[in-house]
Nanobody, 129 residues
Framework: QVALVESGGGSVQAGGSLKLSCAAT????????MGWFRQAPGKEREGVAS????????LYVDSVKGRFTMSRDSAKNTLYLQMNSLKIEDTAVYYC??????????????????????WGQGIQVTVSS
């Protein structure tokens, strides 16, 4: 059974930083694409970054590239999203998501909701001026 729990959200001023965590309960013998999505008020949910556990490869959408960084602590089964130089437009509910992948596979770009079967409950990130 797969379960994801996000933490670390909150409020920050523009230009500040936040680090989100996603504690994952997954099959340790399988490979996964793990992603971060966000949904701003009145907008559709969008993928912002993904990481394939098989080779550690990371993908970022242009709007966060250079500002957001994913990392993973495999011993703790925890995925992180370090968010720096935050902008007001980064305000959204952030979701961690994952789906099992074949060992020779990779994550699709950009991350699409349809490619992820398991989701966390979401966590609010608010960036103010």
């Amino acid at each position: 059974q797969v379960a994801l729990v996000e933490s670390g959200g909150g409020s920050v001023q523009a230009g500040g930083s936040l680090k989100l965590s996603c504690a994952a309960t997954v099959d340790p013998y399988s490979q996964y694409c793990m992603g971060w999505f966000r949904q701003a008020p009145g907008k559709e949910r969008e993928g912002v970054a993904s990481l394939f556990t098989g080779d550690g490869s990371e993908l970022y959408v242009d709007s966060v590239k250079g500002r957001f960084t994913m990392s993973r602590d495999s011993a703790k089964n925890t995925l992180y999203l370090q968010m720096n130089s935050l902008k007001i437009e980064d305000t959204a509910v952030y979701y961690c998501a994952t789906d099992r992948k074949a060992p020779w596979s990779t994550c699709e770009y950009p991350p699409q909701e349809v490619d992820f079967a398991y989701w966390g409950q979401g966590i609010q990130v608010t960036v103010s001026s």
